[in-house]
Nanobody, 114 residues
Framework: QVQLVESGGGLVQPGGSLRLSCAAS????????MGWYRQAPGKQRELVAR???????NYADSVKGRFTISRDNAKNTLYLQMNSLKPEDTAVYYC????????WGQGTQVTVFS
């Protein structure tokens, strides 16, 4: 059974940083296009950042220059480094893996508050 387990969320003040991790089991992340999505209360889930099997990355305009997606193939783990956090970044963040199927983690809460 494929498992994606996110961690690293928490409470942080504006301007702070967090690093999210997504540890994978029974799936090889390097063979999948990977993404971080987020969903704020009352809003649709949206793509935050994506990294392809070839290592190409793309980001939502709202996080460009502040967030960095990366993958450690040896650890089979996906990361999202989030800097200069803003209150509008508050959401549940989900890890996603895509190939022939779509896999999701359970999410980790990020709350940015003054």
């Amino acid at each position: 059974q494929v498992q994606l387990v996110e961690s690293g969320g928490g409470l942080v003040q504006p301007g702070g940083s967090l690093r999210l991790s997504c540890a994978a089991s029974n799936i090889i992340l390097s063979r999948h296009d990977m993404g971080w999505y987020r969903q704020a209360p009352g809003k649709q889930r949206e793509l935050v950042a994506r990294i392809t099997t070839r290592g190409s990355t793309n980001y939502a305009d709202s996080v460009k220059g502040r967030f960095t997606i990366s993958r450690d193939n040896a650890k089979n783990t996906l990361y999202l480094q989030m800097n200069s956090l803003k209150p509008e970044d508050t959401a549940v963040y989900y890890c996603n893996a895509q190939r022939t199927a779509d896999y999701w983690g359970q999410g980790t809460q990020v709350t940015v508050f003054s």
